[in-house]
């Protein structure tokens, strides 16, 4: 069965720092791989999105993932956080014309 | 400005009621979802449409229906046999039904039962 997997359910990084978000997916065919973030009680924004081709793809607000079938992996990562980066960060996977979201990692920012 | 709206932000509903949330978007898309969030537990799938007059169930759709009368409109109607609906709401909709299109989402409504 497909499935996408977030192992952290929360982390904590300084102002400054860098970050990276783990997602694991599990899929048979092709993976189309997003990446959204949601501030406290709103809808979700789209960060950035993979669906073929050059495997580091880059987003919006500095984010970037890497997308490594060897390790079944799309990681997120930022090189320094900012303090408005607090947020939740959903991994999501399409497949049969739906998104399979990932539990959610939340991030914590210290000044 | 195009977008998805989805209202009210705040709405409180005693036990055996029926309450529907409403979804409108105004982007020309075909397909529109409903999801259920909790907390630790992501988003999962309640109802989706991929055309007018025509819609699927997600994964957990008992105790919830939906309507697609109109291509802007995506209706949800959370029954009194939803046995705890205490949640927050998500519509989002795409271009198409297809797994490249991307889903954009709207604020959400926050459920509460009473």
């Known amino acids: 069965a497909q499935s996408v997997t977030q192992p952290d359910i929360h982390i904590t990084v300084s102002e400054g720092a860098s970050l990276e978000l783990r997602c694991n997916y599990s899929?048979?065919?092709?993976?189309?791989l997003f990446w959204y973030v949601q501030s406290p009680g709103q809808g979700l924004q789209l960060l950035l999105k993979?669906?073929?081709?050059?495997?580091l793809v880059q987003g919006i607000k500095g984010f970037e993932a890497e997308f490594k079938r060897s390790q079944s992996s799309f990681n997120l990562r930022k090189p320094s956080v900012h303090w408005s980066d607090a947020a939740e960060y959903f991994c999501?996977?399409?497949?049969?014309?739906?998104?399979?979201f990932g539990q959610g990692t939340e991030l914590s920012v210290k000044p | 400005d195009g977008g998805i709206t989805q209202s009210p932000k705040y709405l409180f509903r005693k036990e055996g009621q029926n309450v529907t949330l409403s979804c409108e978007q105004n982007l020309n898309h075909d397909a529109m979802y409903w999801y259920r969030q909790d907390p630790g537990q992501g988003l999962r799938l309640i109802y989706y449409s991929q055309i007018v007059n025509d819609f699927q169930k997600g994964d957990i759709a008992e105790g919830y229906s939906v309507s697609r009368e109109k291509k802007e409109s995506f209706p949800l109607t959370v029954t009194s046999a939803q046995k705890n609906p205490t949640a927050f709401y998500l519509c989002?909709?795409?271009?198409?039904?297809?797994?490249?299109?991307?889903?954009?989402f709207g604020p959400g409504t926050r459920l509460t039962v009473l």
């Open positions: 993979y669906f073929s081709g050059d495997t």
């Open positions: 999501a996977g399409g497949g049969g014309g739906k998104l399979i």
């Open positions: 899929y048979g065919a092709t993976p189309y």
């Open positions: 989002a909709s795409s271009r198409g039904g297809e797994n490249t299109d991307t889903q954009y």
